[in-house]
């Protein structure tokens, strides 16, 4: 009886020990997994308790789940049903939160493939916004160190809706910045000492709403807006900004591949180049799809930079942007110029050529390089671009009404109608949603727009030549008094966003 | 007959002592009351109809298929161990009465159940329904909450135009190195991509016949098109323009330049004209005019391809027109009936498998059963691909003709064509989508699925059952 009680203890003890073992290598066999990269073995973060049950409860089995699922939604799709689709993208993203891949495929499909089935912007935009709410209110709730969902949540912002690909993309700038006026105020840049201390309860509930809805940190969007803006932030290529430096914070001190941390890189300086060409909101009106903007020429030296951090990043890929590089200089200079910033213009020219000695052939002065641009971009197609040299050229004619230069000025009044009635005819031939969708605002819009910023005080134009240029163009003292624009210089260097 | 009922009264009650209907009744009221609550849908009004009738109805169809097969398996196949059969067994009822009276207790439960929790659906649907804005209401009035039907071209025998090309060209066989199958195929899709494709500056007509005018006078009329653009657009879309009207009075060919004039013209009874941005590659359904066919309820639809891009309009289902034909409650109620012959074909199962397999067993054997029946495609590719074993990767057919292909493909195919009995019924997406489910399809749905397919399990289990030795399935006594 004592050799079989003593030979019990003993297995125990075997068990015990087997046990330990195993508790040992499991831990160990967990940090190979994890420094390798071959499974996901942290927990699942901020999981309700229903998500994080389920995917335990279900095991292997939960893949089988979520194919099944997804084979439904590609059917369904395929047959033009749209209304589960939100239930089943919600389904599948939850049988596999840890599946980056499965978040940004479910956001996109909605955002890209679905959206664009739709005849009127205002039924795409839902779908639009559901693809960046899966992302960023619940993909990022559960993977906040996942680069690549922060890079396709910016390049919805950035591609999507900032870019012109899509018919609705006037409307979606329009929703967006009716929607971050909400929370950042109607007018003018954020008042970040109200964002940040708010006072009053009109000021806490803009902030909740910044935060809660948006998901957005005034603190950060501060830290962001002092390093690369001023920005517009009621424009997508600001959130395109703020996400992929977000993410980048988020996601540096993780091991991660390279290659991601250089597309969320490359989503900052391309927005950037964005926002240099029409980061600033012009006019918001009431009426859907009312939206005018114009270049950010503040951005260019933060853009500058931000192609040089990159190209040193890549040294392998260094000569490849070199071009992208030499081509924004090259439009830096001639965007300035346009817009009667000569002197900025003749320092980013002096710094192209130093840069890339031999980017303008056969070498020239800034004034015939400027010229040479303009006949080039005569037969440009970007409406944003043709946009912004009207402007730049109207800037110039009113610059010369002021010191008296009129025949100068007429010129290039009629200038600005020869570039636009060019553009608008080249489009003529598109049919009318094609026309709507890149065709330019009236000539007089533009006009006025220009007029009004000028003659604001924020401009800074010398008394003198304001006075000259209101008696000229027979404009009463007081009016386009306030400012016009929505940006403003920075008033001294930031340091770089920290976590 | 009063064997039969009496069977069927002792069914309902057993079914009544386990507490099944209570406990399944509480289910399916707690799951079609609370489902719309955590339901995920599009934001729009049509939307949150459609998916609420989506899912509660499958909700519907999947507890009570479950509460099915677990009676139907369970009932028989227990009597049968705790040697209760032998009891009734031994009393002048045939076996085939029990084996009957059984199932109808089984359907009649299934209705009960389906009636409430239908009802159920209908009254909360209707009340959600009613306390949407008027604009809404009017959408899922003429969406949602009707029965429409829709009217195609009858699909032209492009394979027979397809065999005569093959004779004409290839009379002496294919040409070296191309398999038989493989010409067959480019021969046939070449064949039938000269049916559905429109060059640029060119027309397509479709003349279609929407059914009896007087029926149809002053209804919606909508046209859902689907088609595939050969050059993609960079936005995914093309403007696409359209015109309708009686055939006799529609005007003639127009010049692009008088439609891109004046592109929204309408002339009530002669012509309708619109165009529209579009997406490829996926369904897009717009309203037309009312009354834009002749007496004889005719409609010529035309399409102008004035891109820059061919477009193709898929034969099946590349363009339909969209007319009213009913109401939706009735539309309902028929849906509801195909969903009660479906359970009917469940319990058929069921029972057949217990006849002759204990509980657990009998389960197993007819859930697979269920899932060899959800696996068509995997039989039509058996089909296709002229076998199981040794396809040739670069041909996508089966090389060799071993035995066990021989074998496979004739079983694949008798198993399919018994599939097929019960396919192409799909009440929910038809109620979810506003389609009419016909009196006829409702008839043909009750023949295929109940007399049928019911029929072979119900004559294949009362043949077992008659055979069956009771005595030697008693277990535990």
Redesign the interface.
């Known amino acids: 009886m004592g050799h079989r009680k003593g030979y019990k203890i003993g297995l125990i003890c075997v068990m015990i020990a087997m046990l330990s073992l195993a508790g040992v290598t499991l831990n160990s066999l967990n940090k190979s997994r994890a420094e390798l990269g071959l499974t996901r073995v942290q927990p699942l973060e901020n999981a309700p308790p229903v998500l994080a049950f389920t995917t335990k409860a279900l095991g292997g089995f939960r893949g089988l789940i979520a194919n099944a699922l997804w084979i439904r939604a590609s059917k369904l ?1 395929e ?9 089943l993208s ?1 389904w599948i993203t939850k049988l596999q939160p840890h599946l980056a891949a499965v978040w940004v495929h479910q956001a996109w499909n909605m955002a890209y493939n679905i959206s ?4 009127e912007p205002k039924d795409r935009w ?1 779908w639009v916004h559901r693809g960046i709410r899966l992302l960023r209110d619940e993909g990022l709730q559960y993977n906040p160190r996942e680069p690549l969902i922060y890079r396709e949540l910016a390049w919805f912002y950035q591609h999507k809706i900032g870019e012109y ?3 609705a993309h006037n409307f979606y700038k329009w929703y967006l910045a009716k929607e971050m006026s909400e929370a950042l105020g109607p007018k003018g840049p954020p008042n970040w000492a109200e964002l940040l201390d708010p006072k009053t309860d009109e000021q806490r509930a803009r902030v909740q709403l910044l935060r809660e809805k948006y998901k957005l940190d005034p603190a950060f969007m501060k830290q962001v807006d002092d390093y690369y803006g001023p920005l517009e932030w009621r424009l997508p290529e600001s959130l395109a900004i703020y996400w992929a430096t977000f993410g980048l914070t988020k996601t540096e001190a993780e091991k991660l591949k390279r290659e991601d941390l250089i597309t969320l890189r490359r989503v900052i300086y391309q927005s950037l180049q964005l926002a240099f060409r029409r980061g600033k909101l012009v006019r918001l009106g009431e009426t859907e799809g009312d939206i005018l903007y114009g270049p950010n020429i503040h951005v260019v030296k933060v853009a500058n930079e931000a192609y040089i951090r990159q190209m040193e990043m890549q040294p392998d890929q260094a000569e490849h942007m070199s071009t992208g590089h030499r081509n924004f200089l090259g439009m830096a200079v001639y965007f300035l110029y346009t817009h009667n910033r000569k002197e900025a213009a003749g320092e980013w020219y002096k710094y192209l050529l130093e840069r890339y000695p031999g980017a303008v052939q056969p070498p020239k002065n800034l004034d015939d390089y400027a010229l040479s641009r303009i006949s080039e971009d005569v037969g440009e197609i970007d409406h944003n671009r043709v946009k912004a040299i009207i402007m730049g050229v109207f800037e110039i004619a009113f610059m010369n009404y002021g010191v008296g230069e009129d025949d100068v000025a007429v010129n290039h009044e009629l200038f600005a109608q020869r570039l636009w009635t060019r553009f608008m005819e080249a489009i003529n031939s598109a ?4 026309r709507q ?1 890149v065709g330019l605002p009236p000539l007089k819009e533009l006009r006025e727009e220009v007029l009004a910023r000028v003659l604001s005080d924020d401009y800074g134009l010398d008394p003198i030549i304001n006075a000259q240029l209101r008696t000229r163009l027979n404009i009463p003292a007081d009016a386009y008094r306030t400012p016009a624009t929505t940006n403003a210089p920075p008033a001294a260097a930031a340091p770089e966003p920290q976590p | 007959m009063q064997q039969v009922l009496a069977i069927t009264k002792l069914t309902l009650k057993a079914a009544l002592r386990f507490r099944l209907v209570q406990v399944l009744g509480t289910l399916l009221l707690i799951g079609v009351v609370a489902l719309p609550a955590v339901i995920e849908h599009d934001g729009t009004a049509r939307g949150f109809i459609q998916i609420i009738l989506t899912y509660t109805l499958s909700l519907i169809g999947v507890l009570l298929g479950f509460a099915t097969l677990w009676l139907s398996c369970g009932l028989l196949a227990r009597e049968i161990e705790d040697a209760q059969m032998q009891m009734l067994d031994v009393k002048p009822v045939a076996r085939w009465q029990v084996w009957v009276g059984k199932w109808l207790g089984i359907v009649a439960l299934n209705a009960g159940l389906l009636l409430v929790s239908g009802a159920v659906v209908y009254a909360l649907m209707m009340y959600r329904a009613n306390k949407l804005p008027a604009d809404e209401q009017r959408v899922l009035a003429e969406e949602i909450f009707v029965a429409r039907g829709a009217a195609r071209e009858p699909i032209p025998d492009y394979k027979a135009d397809a065999r005569l090309v093959l004779q004409q060209n290839f009379a002496s066989g294919p040409p070296a190195g191309v398999e038989p199958q493989q010409l067959e195929a480019f021969i046939e899709a070449r064949v039938k991509a000269q049916y559905e494709a429109v060059e640029p500056l060119h027309i397509r007509e479709w003349t279609l016949d929407l059914g009896d005018a007087a029926d149809l006078r002053d209804a919606p009329i909508y046209l859902r098109v689907k088609y595939n653009a050969a050059v993609p657009s960079g936005t995914e879309n093309y403007l696409l323009w359209w015109e309708a009207g009686p055939p006799e009075r529609i005007m003639n060919l127009l010049t692009e330049t008088t439609f891109r004039n004046d592109p929204y013209g309408y002339v009530p009874g002669h012509y309708y004209r619109t165009n529209l941005m579009m997406a490829y590659e996926g369904f897009t359904e717009f309203k037309l005019a009312p009354n834009l066919f002749n007496d004889q309820g005719v409609i010529k639809v035309r399409f102008y391809n004035y891109t820059s891009s061919p477009m193709s309009f898929p034969l099946e289902d590349g363009l339909e027109v969209l007319v009213r034909r009913g109401g939706f409650g009735l539309n309902y109620a028929r849906g509801l009936g195909i969903l009660l012959f479906w359970l009917s074909l469940l319990a058929a199962i069921g029972l057949t498998a217990s006849t002759f397999l204990a509980f657990p067993v009998a389960a197993f054997c007819s859930i697979c059963l269920l899932i060899i029946s959800f696996s068509t495609g995997t039989l039509e590719q058996i089909i296709e691909e002229g076998g199981i074993t040794q396809i040739n990767a670069n041909t996508g057919y089966a090389d060799e003709g071993s035995i066990l292909n021989k074998i496979a493909v004739p079983a694949a195919r008798g198993t399919l064509a018994f599939l097929q009995l019960a396919r192409g019924f799909a009440p929910i997406d038809n109620l979810s989508s506003g389609r009419v489910i016909s009196w006829n399809e409702f008839a043909m749905a009750l023949v295929k699925i109940v007399v049928l397919m019911g029929g072979m399990f119900a004559l294949l289990g009362i043949l077992i059952f008659n055979k069956r030795e009771l005595a030697t399935a008693q277990t535990g006594h």
């Open positions: 799709q047959s033009g049903k749209y209304f589960e689709m939100v239930q919600d664009i089935k739709f005849n839902p690909l899509d018919d049919d009318q949603k094609q969708r």
